[in-house]
């Protein structure tokens, strides 16, 4: 099997832009063959090697590749018919891609998470079965036509008239659609601390992205003759069992940002992301964009809720917490290559990975495979948009070398992702919540990654 | 001419119109009634406004409290077998500074909901609107006054004789041991009392930056497979696979024919919050309950009674409630056991 590895022709490909210098690219095309020796010298029967996983290319000796010369059965015969599947599914080729627990972090299902699969995803848009699953009592699958929304005040004299709207209702405003992420609060929540979990799917899978369509809250609110000059907050509520409440400054809705939203990536929410209708609540921690939603009081006071008082609260070094931490500040993580996957074999990779903030849209994403010591910066792809998702890559010609990769996102305030060290010198590592520190892949030398931690 | 004129007229009467602003979208949304608001308006301030009046003891809630919630939370709120514990942590010198002392202690483990709760209010409102978490809303007032008086009495915050009311509810406030332990001195969010300035200013260094690459922490061996098998979590196409994290492939999940409904219903009924269908979780796993009782010859009139009168003290000191779902249902679920709980 070595040997034919060894006899299998060289497939490295000039990367386009130059992180290497044709220099250093001879180098990696010159050190191939001494790299194979060691990967398979240092190869053990429980890890597979990079050769072993890849897909060969090679010509064979019959002079092709057999499935170019065999014609397979789908092109010589008929497909299936159109509607066939009047919801159509992924192919059944991707059955790997779903969204995942992480054992033992819930007792419960329904008191839980689901982590979205961000290694296997591609541009800015999460699919809307793959969005990541936060339950605080279990999810429903709720009757439109029953569902209402209500808008009252903590005291009457803080709007001109308390307010009920079917979803019809809701539905004939004027709506607006709009790409948002939506992050967990306490996303890389379990990496505080140290190294605790293998892959991107679970450090950074409480992170989704989707086209969310809805109504400004504050055409609402307007409707009810809300006072802003008194009504300072508001509390948004849930139907579902645990009636979900968090608070909200109305600086945040009369921005206009602020969505009572019912559609995502072109159809309605998802039964397990709140249909038929949620709060968008762009650049703010997923707790608060209430699910189900039920009903919105305006107040001139905070409401200190279960998860404004219980969770979602962030423990300091001296022992106070800090309440109301909301805001998701600049982060981003490379997807690929990222932990628990193997790269196939040296040469041509394109690093990619996403960068999002809270407070605006990312300016600048820089990209180290040394562990920190030198940056490239990355391509932003296109578009680049308000708390929303950017897609970032890089070109690299993987030399066969153990790499620490990193990515580091600036958002358009100046504000610039930390460190590990950076973020705990302030902050501890008691928090739980809002850990946007720089994640850092190992590649090993047998192209197995890993989840490490630098100091 | 007079019709231009009229025009004018109807454009200065514009910004009028857009004061009154519920003309703005004619037909869309009406008043809520004072009875719909009463039915939904269930909050509870920190201030205490929207609390409804009533009082309960600790004695009354002891009760509830062992029929209710000790089933998830533990007989003293300490559980943590399927939630965080309620009560342990705090001292009464902690009543006395309203500041837990365990909280700037890096090496005391876990945080109880008495060590965070600075405002009382979240406590009976949180029950009030969520809790029994498979029977949420279903308290009185009454009954959650009583069920609060009764989790600060076993966090030694009230005595044993304490009667909580909406009364007192202000002074029993001044009593919680984390009261003077929130800041929201942070700029993580656009409130009063803030900084203004993110606390983390990090550089951007490009080029032979002072940072020493050296790997402090990384997954052992030993928990490689600790999620699974990452070579089954990742697409089999393109530039990366999962690696091989699995010593030897799993068998194929069985599949009965009869899949489904029963376990269904266990699901509708709340069952699964204390059993997981292989593993333990408060209550015994679906298949060991199958594995003790598959055999009996009464396996099914014995299953369906215990699920709707309750059961102690046959797998742990945790009892089951008496569940309310009707006869058919627990039979249903029973004959499902008794036939080996096939997924």
Redesign the interface.
Known sequence: MNDAVHARPGRLIRAPENFLGAGEVRAVFAGRREFMRRAFASASA???TPAA?A?ANPVPAGGGDPNILNLPAHSTGLGQPVATDGYGKPSK??A???R?Q??GLT?????SVSFA?L??LFGIVTPSGLHFERH??GWWDIDPSKHRL???G??PKLL??????TMD?LM??PSVSRFHFIECGANSGMEWG??????C??THGMLSCSEFTGVPLK??L????VDFKRARYL?A?GAD???M?RTL?M??VESGEVLVAYGSNGEMLRPENGYPLRLVVPGVQGVSWVKYL??I?V?D??????D???HY????P??????????Q?CKSVVT??SG?????DKGY??IGGLAWSGRGKVR?V?VTV??????KVARLQEPVMDKCLTRFTLDWAWDGQPA?VQS?A?DDTG?????YR??R????S?SIY?NNAIQTW?VEANG???????? | MSSCRSGLMLLAALPLLAAA??V??P??????TPR??AA????V???F??LPKGAGTVAQGQVLWEAQCASCHGVFGESN???QPIVGGTSAADIKTG???H??D?SYPG?T?LM????L??LW??IH??MP?TN??TLRPDEVYAVTAYILHLGGVVPADYALSDANIADTQKLLPNRN???????????PKRATR????????????A?????????PDH??N???N?A??????G???????A?AAPPPAAKAADEGAAALLANKHGC??CHGLENK??GPSFRDIAKAYGARTDAVAHLSGKIRAGSSGVWGAIPMPPQTLGEADAKAIAQWLAAGARK
């Not at chain 1, 609260?313 to 300091?316: E, F, N, V």
């Not at chain 1, 001296?318 to 805001?327: A, I, M, N, P």
Request: glycine letters at 8%.
């Open positions: 429980a890890v597979l996983l897909q080729y991707e790997n891609v779903q995942r992480s054992p007792q419960t299902r329904q008191s699969p290694q296997s605080h009592q209500m808008i009252n903590a005291d001109k008239a308390p307010k009920v709207f209702e004939r405003l140290n190294v605790a979990v293998p892959t799917q679970y055409i609402l307007d409707l009810a003759g509390l509520e069992g645990s009636s409440t400054p600086e945040r039920r009903r009081e107040g006071k905070p409401y200190g809720s279960k404004e008082v219980l609260i962030d423990l300091m001296g022992g106070l917490h800090r309440q109301y931490t909301s805001t500040e690929t290559p628990g996957q193997v790269l196939l990779y394109q600048k820089d040394d562990g920190g010591r030198n940056w620490l580091r600036t504000y610039v992702q930390p460190t950076q973020l010198a302030v902050r501890g008691r809002h190992l197995e990654v890993r989840n490490v931690q630098l100091s | 602003q519920h703005a979208y037909g869309i949304g009406r008043d809520a719909e608001i939904w308006d269930i909050d301030r920190p201030d406004k929207g077998e399927v939630f500041r837990v002392a909280l700037r890096n945080r909901t965070k709760l600075s405002t209010s979240t409102d949180y609107r969520a978490w949420p809303k332990g929130m800041t929201t001195d942070h700029a993580l969010w656009p409130g993110p606390d983390v200013a990090a550089t951007a260094c490009m080029r032979d930056c940072t020493e690459p050296k790997v402090a922490s990384l997954l928990a490689r600790a999620h699974g990452l089954e979590q990742n697409r089999a196409v530039a990366q696979r999962g690696a091989q994290t010593t699964v919050a979780i408060l």
